[in-house]
Nanobody, 121 residues
């Protein structure tokens, strides 16, 4: 069963930076579009940023200017560079992607398991 695997979360002080990575657990699946979401305790899962197949990006207001989403098509990975982190950025961050199955010639949406980002004062 193919999976999205996130990494790079952790504990960081306010004002610091972290980079999250999202990769595919097995070959034969290509990331088409992808997005990063986050969820804080007691809150809904919210979109943070997304990147299209061609590299077009979109950011939500809370992170625009501080976060940057990118992709490396050769590595089949997506990244979220987070700068000037604030206490309110604390959440579990999830990668979501449309994966193209090169064997069966079809596309499906997948979610990663999430990675915790904690920003301390």
């Amino acid at each position: 069963q193919v999976q999205l695997v996130e990494s790079g979360g952790g504990l960081v002080q306010a004002g610091g930076s972290l980079t999250l990575s999202c990769s595919v657990s097995q070959s034969g699946y290509t990331i088409a579009g992808a997005a990063w979401y986050r969820q804080s305790p007691g809150k809904e899962r919210d979109l943070v940023a997304r990147i299209g197949r061609s590299g077009t990006t979109y950011y939500t207001d809370p992170v625009r200017g501080r976060f940057s989403v990118s992709r490396d098509n050769a590595k089949n990975e997506v990244y979220l560079q987070m700068n000037d982190l604030k206490l309110e950025d604390t959440a579990v961050y999830y990668c979501s992607a449309a994966l193209f199955d090169e064997t069966n010639w079809r596309q499906e949406d997948y979610w990663g398991q999430g990675t915790q980002v904690t920003v301390s004062s």
